[in-house]
Each structure stands twice: as C-alpha cells, then as structure tokens.
C-alpha cells in the first residue's frame, strides 16, 4: 500500500516561493504507469488541479499557474516536489499530493497525502 | 469554472438510492473518477473507469457513464456515506485533468 506524505512551512510570506514535498513510502516514483500529482483545495472550496509529474520526468501544469509553478521527481529520495513563486493569499490552501494512474480512457488518483495546510 | 459541472448539493433518505451527477462534453470520450471527502480528510476514491469501486468501497457504490453524463449511484445510503463527492476526468481537449465542482450529500 502506497503512502504519501507532504512536507514543508506551513507559512509562506506574499511574494516569496512555496516549496512543498511529498514523501513516497511502499512504492516508487520511479514505476511505469504512474504520475504524481499536486492538488490544492482553498478554504470551503473545491479540488484544483495543480499539475503533476510523470514517472519519466514529463510534466503537465494548470495553465493558470504555468508561469510560477515548478513540479520535479527526486527518484533518489523517492519524493516529488511542488515550486509555486510569487505566491499571494490567493494561494492559500490544503495542498494534498497523490498518485495517479493514467489508463485508456481515463484518469484515477488512488492514493492521498493527508494534506498540509499552507497560508501565505 | 470547471469543464465539468456538478450539483453543489443533494440529500437522500437513509437507505434510499441517491444519484450524483457529473457533466461534461468530454465525458463522451473519457470516463470520470470519483472521490469522497469528509471534513478534515484528503480525498478518497470510491469509484473509476465505468464502474471499476477500489478495494474496500462498499457494494452500494456504483457508477455509470452515458452520454456526457457521470454517475456515482449510492443504492441504500448510510450515514457514513455523507460527504463531499469530486469527479475528475481530463477537459475536452484530453490534455488537462480538472474536478468537478463537488456536490456535498447529505444523509436524513
């Protein structure tokens, strides 16, 4: 079974960088099939998409953060890692990373962090 | 917005069947996924693919994909059934993955 966990302040001053990690336990970031994903839910909102990172390095972005956002896969560590520059209030949230598995015809995220709150 | 459209809210009687929807035009070419959340906790996926329910989801759990339609049908609901209910499918382009806006079930 796949854990995951984020790590990172729980702080963030407005124009300064939000870096967070996700620590990967009982299953590599390395193996075929996956990619692994940054979501951000906002105080009594919805899930949002941040982007994700493909186990060969491929990454896909939300387009609306494109020009800030930074996502990277530390196989050595096993973890993967979540840059977001410039940051303002609107980019406080729950930050959750997870699993994803891409199959023909459709996406899952089968496996959560428990999310870490990140206030700028 | 989203690319996908969802009721914010729908009740049920306990016990009763309770369909929760999720629309979306590039639900003709990709099936969604669906998650549930309570207060306080990540996400947790209930239902993917057609109607594939992960291990340890209730039989109750069901789900279908018509049209440009989602379903997550819940025959007999519990109370712990409440909750807030995502889906997430990739947008009409199929190189973007976004959620659903999210319809919280509440459980009389």
């Known amino acids: 079974q796949v854990q995951l966990l984020e790590s990172g302040p729980g702080l963030v001053k407005p124009s300064q960088t939000l870096s967070l990690t996700c620590s990967v336990s009982?299953?590599?970031?390395?193996?075929?099939?996956?990619?692994w994903s940054w979501i951000r839910q906002h105080p009594g909102k919805g899930l949002e998409c941040i982007g994700y990172v493909y186990f060969t390095g491929t990454t896909y972005y939300n387009p609306s953060l494109t020009s800030r956002l930074s996502i990277s896969l530390d196989t050595s560590m096993n973890q993967f890692s979540l840059r977001l520059s410039s940051v303002t209030a609107a980019d406080t949230a729950v930050y959750f990373c997870a699993r994803g598995r891409g199959y023909s015809g459709y996406d899952d995220l089968d496996s959560w962090g428990q999310g870490t709150l990140v206030s700028v | 917005s989203s690319e996908l459209t969802q009721d914010p809210a729908v009740s049920v009687a306990l016990g009763q069947t309770v369909r929760i929807t999720c629309q979306g035009d590039s639900l003709r070419s990709f099936y969604a996924s669906w998650y549930q959340q309570k207060p306080g906790q990540a996400p947790v996926l209930v239902m993917s693919?057609?109607?594939k329910r992960p291990s340890g989801i209730p039989d109750r759990f069901s789900g279908s994909s018509p049209g440009n339609t989602a379903s997550l049908t819940i025959t007999g609901a519990q109370a712990e059934d409440e909750g807030d209910y995502y889906c997430?499918?990739?947008?009409?382009?199929?190189?973007?993955?976004?959620f659903g806006g999210g319809t919280k079930l509440t459980v009389l």
């Open positions: 997430y499918s990739r947008d009409s382009s199929g190189d973007h993955v976004v």
């Open positions: 009982g299953g590599s970031v390395s193996s075929g099939g996956y990619y």
């Open positions: 693919g057609k109607d």
